[in-house]
């Protein structure tokens, strides 16, 4: 099994009220490199900041890193149009950062990142892949493309109030410029993705298309920006299993509305709650109250600890200890659990 | 710990009968991105082939592979100019491929790529690191680099028959055109890899100096390479404890000279003896017959082999099951140990 990051940068991110996945519009660039970074290494190399958004609710990437210290997965970055710098190697797809949605083509190069990322899915060998995102924007680029494929238009948001209304406008202004109207690009993914998508979303989709080609089994790990992923997926035609894993704060967004998606594009749901509202820590405290939500694959992580052993108490310590450690200045990085010497 | 595995190409690679690392000069280029896939993956994915020598000795990556199945360590790719096709990523560090050393300038980004891989070496949070190499060619350009800086010139060779006077006839046409004279850039590290060594060298160069800054703990995994880029280290100025670990074919080969040249650097030398020639078996007889030797961090995998619980016999086992995976078409990959479900 192996945890796959797929990171990139859509324009979009930088319209006034639409993303918080940043302390500010300056520093949103870096959060891609910097999850992946957190992620890999459990704190930032040459990133320059672990990322929070502007009232300091920290990167989902906290808990996929806590998970990943608890379980030792493997773990590999996808450079689908990375803006910042980042310690950490991720294979490139060629992907340029994504235009603003409201451009008429949102990314020039979504056949090559997709057809790049589909060849890199099918020649990984592992039995099982879990994706997931990080791409500030994502969820808007995400309404654009379910809207172009005639899907139901609903995504989720890393604020507490979504700005659905804001985000409407910029995909109603972004298919207009593509010379679409919603359901236009039905069936036609790439087109979709091209005109109102971003380059992690071709990434994800083409990687996703190649690993099931190859018998390798897909969890997508995210709410509304890996179901759209998915319905890119579905439209091209590739009719295999896919699960979708995602956090209880997703699924209790009804503006989300991901279960009736997941359903409509005959994806698995799984939905995992961590149990945040037990403990009382700014780790943890900012999703209870609605911020962030999912991210950097956070659904596919818990999902994964509900599959092992260790208890989502264990997960809370261990987010306990990361946070600290990266955001209270507590000491240097712990390494992922590694197995006993000598054993198989 | 993280084993790092920094990979390139240099052009002198393509001089007839300077090197074995690939079964023939066309195939050689892919040997680096391929090397990587196999470390990572357990096998090339868009790398085209297994490497192996012109007469089949396969890949000391087989070797790191298997210790990484038993150990379960965590890896690193570094691009110092790949070549070929890998499905791994690497961190890049912005060389390109070098040169012919014969030519007037090996590195031209010489002093560009050692003060990437400082600063991302100084970035990275291990406790310890073990350093390889993967480069067809690479011996040359340390002879090269050896001499330039005015230590012993020998260098150990992936034939059976080192070539070392074709080796040392290319060195010295590479310092004429150069403008330097043996321990001309003795003091000068820049001056002698960009002169007349490879972007490998820089590379495991400078990423061990920003490591040692950082207080991380490194293990040079290799033979004459390595421990031309510890030259080069010292030869900046850097004091530190470095330890080479290498295995005992490279020190059972005299023309090799690994450990005056280990001692006159202040260099702590561990050599680790495998045990190939207990057994009977294509993954391991070439390497009783003279040829590899090393390679790919094959000495600091035998290291962690012995600093662990698992034994050479162990190592040896993995190996065949490697190889006939690999080169018998015998199965799907394997992943790394994971620790039990649930582990600290």
Redesign the interface.
């Known amino acids: ?1 192996r945890l796959v990051l797929v990171a990139g940068t859509t324009e979009t991110a930088k319209i006034p009220g639409i993303s918080a996945a940043g302390a500010d519009p300056d520093l949103m660039r870096h959060t891609p490199g910097a999850d992946l970074d957190v992620l890999v ?3 930032p ?2 990133a320059p900041v672990v990322p929070v958004s502007p009232t300091g609710c920290p990167t989902p990437a906290v808990v996929t890193r806590a998970a990943r210290e ?5 773990t ?4 689908a149009g990375i803006a910042g710098r980042t ?5 490139d797809v060629g992907a340029g950062a994504g235009a603003d949605v409201r451009e008429p083509t949102a990314v020039p190069d979504a056949e090559a990142t997709y057809e790049r990322a589909r ?2 899915g099918a ?5 099982r892949v879990v994706i997931g995102e990080t791409i500030p924007g994502g969820t808007t680029t995400a309404l654009g493309v379910l809207t172009a494929l005639g899907e139901e238009p609903a995504v989720s948001s890393s604020l507490p109030e979504n700005p659905l209304d804001l985000k409407r406008r910029v995909v109603d202004e972004g298919l207009d410029a593509s010379g679409l109207a919603p359901g236009d690009a039905a069936g036609d993914p790439l087109t979709a993705v091209g005109a109102v998508g971003d380059p992690v979303l071709a990434a994800v989709a083409g990687l996703t298309a190649g690993a099931v080609e190859s018998g390798t089994e897909v969890t997508l790990a995210g709410g509304t920006q890996l179901a759209a992923a998915a319905a890119l997926v579905r439209h091209a035609g590739v009719d295999a299993p896919l699960t979708l894993a995602t956090t209880s704060f997703v699924a209790a967004d009804d503006s989300a509305g991901v279960a009736g998606l997941a359903d409509s594009l005959g994806v698995d749901l799984v939905v995992t709650d961590p149990g945040f509202d037990a403990v009382d820590h700014p780790a943890m405290d900012a999703y209870v109250a609605g911020e962030a939500k999912e991210g950097v694959a956070m659904g596919g992580a818990l999902r994964l600890i509900d599959e ?4 989502m108490a ?1 997960l809370r310590e261990r987010i306990v200890e990361v946070y600290d450690r990266l955001l209270a200045g507590d000491g ?2 712990v ?10």
């Open positions: 099994m290494h459990g704190e190399t040459l608890l379980l030792g997965f493997d590999l970055g996808v450079d310690g950490s190697p991720a294979v060849e890199f020649a990984l060998p592992d039995d092992s052993t260790a208890s264990d240097p990085a390494e992922p659990a590694e197995p006993p010497e000598g054993g198989p």
